[in-house]
């Protein structure tokens, strides 16, 4: 009997070449931040180098503008990984700002270091109680929250801005350099650090990519899916005082309206970074990047002459494509 074979394998079938493995294992989504940083910046240094854009002050500038919106991205990155969301940062850092200035004004530079922290702790546990203890979505939440805490700001200052005048706070909190390095970017690299190392590196971290991912199969493996998410808006919101702390050093006066529409900055910054707008993935070294793209975009858009308005709506256009590649991954 004659014996016979296949004549067909998967190797060799017609037609059936694929790419090379290299190229099959590159997504270019996951650098596509880094890929833009490149690009904007490469175009804005052709198109805007008469205006002063490569100068050693402006690029300086792009990083002290990109500084506070990087913090308060840092905590916004473990909100949204947790599947939640924290619209009421920008408000948070406002009202930071004005209890650190009455508090350093009545009782001295610690004790307003100490209550511009507190406010931070009492708005995310509040936020952080009322989503994880009462199951209320996190967008009302702080939705409600954005408008109370800007309310309160205005209430006990009559809506005037309150002087810092202790030149250590000052320097200490945004206004001075460390050396060489400006203040701001010294906060920023000790948040980022900490925040990166804390979200990808500890089992805090994997419980909070695991809670966002699937919350149900998280409660299975015994994680306190509640407490994560009530420790995730205290984070949030801590850091958002800080930066309004920041804000009332470098400008040495807190005011209500500091932070005013950074939450929309700061969610930009996370999703550009690479975090899922759905939960269970998150980047801060992405954030990072995604809160100096904005920064870069912002100082080209000065540069080239547009206003306020028109700043805005290429903005919004980001924050639309960012969540177009959201959805694709």
Do not use: H
């Not at 996951?30 to 833009?36: A, E, F, H, L, N």
């Not at 792009?62 to 500084?67: H, K, L, M, P």
């Not at 909070?208 to 808006?233: E, H, P, S, Y």
């Not at 954030?287 to 308005?309: C, E, F, P, Q, R």
């Amino acid at each position: 009997m004659a014996t016979t074979t296949s004549p067909t394998t998967p190797a060799a079938a017609p037609g059936s070449r694929s790419r090379s493995p290299l190229l099959e294992k590159l997504d270019w989504r996951r650098y596509i931040i880094y890929i833009g940083f490149v690009l904007v910046f490469l175009v804005f240094a052709v198109t805007l180098n008469d205006n002063g854009f490569l100068t050693t002050n402006n690029l300086l500038n792009i990083v002290r503008q990109s500084a506070i919106i990087a913090i308060i991205a840092v905590g916004m990155t473990y909100v949204i990984a947790c599947a939640e969301i924290d619209l009421s940062v920008g408000s948070t850092a406002g009202l930071a700002s004005v209890i650190t200035a009455m508090a350093i004004s009545d009782y001295g530079l610690l004790a307003g270091v100490a209550a511009g922290l507190l406010v931070g702790v009492v708005v995310g546990s509040i936020n952080g109680a009322l989503v994880s203890m009462l199951n209320i979505p996190s967008f009302l939440v702080t939705l409600g929250m954005l408008g109370i805490a800007v309310g309160v700001a205005q209430w006990i200052t009559d809506s005037a801005p309150q002087p810092i005048l202790d030149p250590t706070y000052n320097l200490v909190f945004g206004g001075g350099n460390f050396g060489p390095v400006p203040g701001l970017l010294v906060w920023m690299a000790i948040v980022v650090a900490l925040g990166a190392v804390g979200l990808a590196k500890t089992r805090f971290g994997r419980q909070v990519l695991a809670t966002g991912g699937n919350r149900m199969a998280a409660d299975f493996t015994g994680i306190n899916t509640r407490r994560v998410k009530f420790q995730v808006l205290v984070i949030s919101s801590v850091l958002a005082a800080l930066a309004g702390m920041l804000y009332a050093g470098r400008l040495e006066s807190g005011r209500f309206q500091w932070g005013t529409g950074d939450e929309l900055s700061a969610i930009a910054a996370v999703i550009l970074g690479g975090t899922s707008l759905f939960g269970g993935a998150g980047s801060v070294v992405g954030t990072l990047v995604g809160a100096l793209l904005i920064g870069l975009i912002n100082n080209g858009l000065v540069l080239a002459g547009l206003d306020t308005s028109q700043q805005q709506v290429v903005r919004g256009v980001i924050i639309i494509l960012a969540v177009a590649l959201a959805r694709r991954k």
